[in-house]
């Protein structure tokens, strides 16, 4: 029978805790203010999280100049900057907030062809 007493060690802790080496210690780390700092870029799959907008729109839209624009790390690998992508979001909530978005128009449902619109009794 085990010993249930003793704490249990889950994968990801047994992985960090191997993974250590003492000598890590002593090899430079990035200073925080480094002239470039680390920005973290998004791929496709991310942004389509963040911003539920299909492809073309965003396609559209950065030809426009009204969203961050795309760059190739690699001839295959396509990503946004995330910090932009972030910006364009809280400016878009902004000026959501002050109604400065153009708004789609309502439809006029009388114009439908199919299930026209029922007469209502007065």
């Not at 080496?21 to 200073?31: N, T």
């Not at 030809?63 to 972030?86: I, K, Q, Y």
Request: hydrophobic content about 35%; some cysteine.
């Amino acid at each position: 029978m085990k010993d249930r007493s003793s704490p249990r060690v889950t994968v990801s802790e047994r992985v960090v805790h191997d993974a250590y080496r003492p000598e890590d210690d002593k090899l430079p780390h990035p200073s925080l203010k480094s002239p470039l700092p680390f920005r973290r870029t998004i791929r496709r799959t991310e942004l389509r999280q963040l911003v539920p907008l299909a492809d073309t729109t965003i396609y559209d839209m950065e030809r426009r100049g009204e969203f961050p624009r795309r760059f190739n790390l690699t001839a295959r690998c396509v990503v946004w900057d995330l910090a932009e992508v972030e910006a364009w979001i809280a400016a878009r909530r902004q000026a959501s907030d002050l109604d400065q978005l153009k708004r789609a128009p309502s439809p006029d449902v009388r114009q439908r062809k199919r299930r026209p619109v029922k007469e209502m009794p007065a």
